[in-house]
């Protein structure tokens, strides 16, 4: 079965389990570059598909480290926030091009910045809120 890659879906907190598993089947790729503002719910999301994927680590932002690494029976996954990377050579210089090359999960907020670098396969998701304070997670 083909996964369909679009998935377009209003959601609320306590669906939260219920979309990463919506959005897992319909990936076509092991890397997701996640846009939204911030305190959309960008790293609340990333916990649900670490828990989907398996892993019982614990999930958090790694604004300041960069990137977080969470184990899976059989892989990891990596979780990048590229928010405060200033410019490409930045990127370069702590190993992103090693992981973009590997085979493991990456998860990247604000890829913004290396957009042009990701040559892969690759999914878009993007996180909006919604007026009645759901959000909204465009796959594409």
Not at 66 to 95: P, Q, S
Not at 102 to 109: F, G, K, V
């Amino acid at each position: 079965m083909q996964k369909s890659n679009n998935l377009n879906v209003d959601y609320r907190i306590d669906e939260l389990q219920t979309v990463a598993n919506q959005l897992l089947k319909n990936l076509k790729s092991k890397t997701i570059l996640l846009y939204g503002n911030m305190g959309v719910g960008k790293t609340t999301l990333i916990k649900a598909l670490v828990k989907a994927l398996g892993s019982m680590d614990d999930v958090s932002s790694p604004t300041y480290s960069i990137v977080n690494e969470y184990e899976l029976k059989d892989d990891n996954i990596y979780h990048f926030d590229l928010y405060r990377i200033k410019d490409l050579d930045e990127a370069y210089n702590f190993g992103l091009e090693d992981y973009l090359n590997s085979t493991h999960w990456l998860i990247i907020e604000w890829p913004e910045l290396i957009e042009d670098i990701i040559t892969d396969d690759f999914d878009c998701a993007t996180l909006t809120m919604n007026d009645n304070h759901t959000r909204n997670l465009i796959l594409k």
